[in-house]
């Protein structure tokens, strides 16, 4: 069995920065993809960013690009998140995911085979 289990969230306040960790443990193999995904109170998740696991290619959802760095250490089994300017609205739960086999779309949260717990991360204004 594979495990995902997120660090870093808190509370900050807006303009501030948190940097996210996700660890993978277990069953572990070469992923596809990593990605994150948030889910704010009374909305559905959403994509954030994904990272191809071999080749390092990215892709960031709008309303972070530029403010939002996805990285991975692949020594390390382990996925990263730094968030810049944060911003009231980007409060929510993060979650990072792990794509086991070849999707077309990385930014669907159906083509994710295991999720983590979750880290909340709160912006104040």
């Known amino acids: 069995q594979v495990q995902l289990v997120e660090s870093g969230g808190g509370l900050v306040q807006a303009g501030g920065s948190l940097r996210l960790s996700c660890a993978a443990s277990?069953?572990?193999?070469?992923?596809?993809?990593m990605g994150w995904f948030r889910q704010a109170p009374g909305k559905e998740r959403e994509f954030v960013a994904f990272?191809?696991?071999?080749?390092?290619?990215?892709y960031y959802a709008e309303s972070v690009k530029g403010r939002f760095t996805i990285s991975r250490d692949s020594a390390k089994n382990t996925l990263y998140g730094q968030m810049n300017s944060l911003k009231p609205k980007d409060t929510a739960v993060y979650y990072c995911?792990?794509?086991?086999?070849?999707?077309?779309?990385?930014?669907?949260?159906?083509?994710?085979?295991?999720w983590g717990q979750g880290t909340q991360v709160t912006v104040s204004s």
């Open positions: 277990g069953r572990t193999f070469r992923w596809y993809a």
């Open positions: 990272i191809s696991w071999s080749f390092g290619s990215t």
């Open positions: 995911a792990a794509a086991g086999r070849f999707y077309s779309d990385y930014k669907s949260r159906t083509s994710y085979d295991y």
